[in-house]
Nanobody
């Protein structure tokens, strides 16, 4: 069983930065792919970024490439999402997710079906 707790959300102006953290419990954390998703009011949850168990491979949604960076510290069982040059359209609840199985990063990890465990979310608001 894996439990995920996000933190680091808040209110920021356009062009600002935030770093989200997701701390996981569970001994298999260091071997499973992890991802970040977001959900704006009235919209479906959408993929933001994913990272392999080793941290050596990453995926990004086109809308955040060059602005967001996903990373992980397996010793701290934490995955991060550094968000720079934030835009009002980045406003959403951000969720981290963990796969159940140890595997390479797959295209499925760009979708919610690639993950078993989810955090409760942290709110990010970007003011114009």
């Amino acid at each position: 069983q894996v439990q995920l707790v996000e933190s680091g959300g808040g209110l920021v102006q356009t062009g600002g930065s935030l770093r989200l953290s997701c701390t996981a419990s569970g001994s298999t954390f260091s071997h499973v792919p992890m991802g970040w998703f977001r959900q704006a009011p009235g919209k479906e949850r959408e993929f933001v970024a994913a990272i392999s168990g080793s941290g050596g491979a990453t995926y990004y949604h086109d809308s955040v490439k060059g602005r967001f960076t996903i990373s992980r510290d397996n010793a701290k069982t934490t995955v991060y999402l550094q968000m720079n040059s934030l835009k009002p359209e980045d406003t959403a609840d951000y969720f981290c997710a963990a796969d159940r199985d140890q595997s390479l990063l797959r295209l499925e990890h760009r979708t919610t079906s690639g993950y078993t465990y989810w955090g409760q979310g942290t709110q990010v608001t970007v003011s114009s």
